[in-house]
């Protein structure tokens, strides 16, 4: 099962690069078909290029097909964010992830009653709780005990009090472990895409850089506090939505409603 949800993790960061990358050849590739297209409409049609300018938009147009399959692929991963409440989505992923950690490591859960809901993507809330637990539980190590905590609260940011988050109230999802700990080199670069400490085999080194750009796409943050020895935790600062703002839709949701 372990091995199952490892590339679970894989497929999910392929995704999110292959899009990436998708994307960028997108444009490249419009540069391409519009200029050569110019160039057959412009030259005379017996000139002795009208040939080649041919096999390059066949070419490219054989680009553009594949490079729209990725797009479709990757977009499965597209967030789609509704209201709702962390605390069932945070115990849905723990019961699933539960069977796959060895027995001695322990779960704790801390959850803070009556907190306010947030807009956010389920699957999305799923992939990074999966991906910072299976990093904790390695850091705990194969065969020893250890202890991984989940906990909910309410957290205010004034203005200016962290750097990365704009003042306001936030639904706080951290991760804590009493695991190996990271010493400054590996805590500087933890989110680096493809840095990885894990040997062949066990790392992508995406999982963090997609636990980061989750959390860009719900308008809040990932803060990390480290000590070597010790253990590790990662706060998640959720934007709460306010009482009001949930009476009525969000823009992105009415635009969609109205679609439909
Ligand atoms: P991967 O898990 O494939 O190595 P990640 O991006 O998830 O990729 O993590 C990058 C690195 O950050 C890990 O290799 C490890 O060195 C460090 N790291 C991540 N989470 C923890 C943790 N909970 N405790 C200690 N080190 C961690």
């Known amino acids: 099962a372990e091995e199952a949800l490892h590339h679970a993790q894989k497929i999910e960061a392929l995704g999110t690069l292959a899009g990436g990358i998708a994307h960028d050849f997108n444009n490249i590739l419009l540069a391409i078909t519009g200029n050569t297209r110019l160039a057959i409409q412009e030259l005379p049609s017996d000139h002795p290029v009208q040939n080649g300018l041919a096999e390059i938009a066949k070419a490219s147009a054989r680009a553009t097909d594949l ?19 962390l605390q069932p989505a945070v115990e849905e992923a723990i019961k699933l992830l539960r069977a796959t950690l060895p027995a001695l490591i322990e779960i704790n859960c801390n959850f803070a009653q009556g907190l306010p809901p947030v807009r ?46 704009k003042a306001g109230r936030y639904v ?19 989110f680096d895409p493809f840095f990885t400490t894990k040997p062949v085999g066990r790392g992508t080194g995406l ?28 706060r998640l600062y959720f934007p709460a939505v306010e009482p009001a703002a949930e009476a009525r839709p969000a823009p992105q949701e009415a635009a969609v409603q109205q679609a439909k």
């Open 67 to 85: 490079v729209n399959r990725i797009l479709t692929f990757s977009r499965q991963s597209e967030c789609r964010r509704e209201i709702l409440q």
């Open 120 to 165: 956010a993507d389920a699957t999305q809330i799923h992939q990074v709780i999966v991906n910072l637990v299976t990093n904790a539980a390695y850091a705990i190590g194969d065969g020893k005990a250890g202890c991984i905590t989940l906990s909910l609260d309410e957290a205010h940011v004034a203005q200016g009090g962290a750097p990365q988050l």
């Open 172 to 190: 706080r999802l951290s991760v804590a472990d009493t695991g190996s700990g990271m010493d400054r080199a590996t805590l500087d670069r933890a």
């Open 207 to 234: 999982g963090l850089s997609v636990v980061d750009g989750i959390m860009r796409n719900h308008e809040g943050s990932v803060i990390v506090s480290s000590e070597p020895g010790r253990g590790t935790t990662f």
